[in-house]
């Protein structure tokens, strides 16, 4: 089990730029996977991206994936959402989560779709984005 902590989160102007971070120690020492979610005023939680374990393959939902960027330090203490494009839409909480799979290239969340998301078992407290003019 780990703890992650968010940080990054910001008021922007729309065309924005913010890089969110993830903070969780100890996620080479399992098969961890990494996603972001987010919750926008009034709607469900959704998956925004995801990176795997060791081949980091990563997901993106189809809102953001050609303005969001999900990467990894390498030491993998840090996973990192770059986004690009802030549109007002992007505004909500962020929150990270983790999943420890059973194995190496597992067919489980973040490998084939975002799965579940009670399978992400462990997560962050969220951080603020605001995308307003």
Not at 24 to 38: E, M, N
Not at 81 to 91: C, H, I, S, V
Not at 102 to 121: I, K, M, N, T, V
């Amino acid at each position: 089990q780990v703890q992650p902590v968010e940080s990054g989160g910001a008021s922007v102007q729309p065309g924005g730029s913010l890089r969110l971070s993830c903070a969780a120690s100890g996620l080479t020492l399992d098969y961890y996977r990494i996603a972001w979610f987010r919750r926008a005023p009034g709607k469900e939680r959704e998956a925004v991206s995801c990176i795997t374990d060791r081949d980091t393959q990563t997901l993106y939902a189809d809102s953001v994936k050609d303005r969001f960027t999900i990467s990894t330090d390498n030491a993998r203490n840090t996973v990192f959402l770059q986004m690009n494009g802030l549109k007002p839409e992007a505004t909500g909480v962020y929150y990270c989560a983790a999943y420890r799979a059973p194995h190496f290239s597992f067919l489980g969340p973040c490998r084939g779709g975002f799965g579940r998301e009670a399978e992400w078992e462990d997560w962050g407290q969220g951080t603020q984005v605001t995308v307003s003019s």
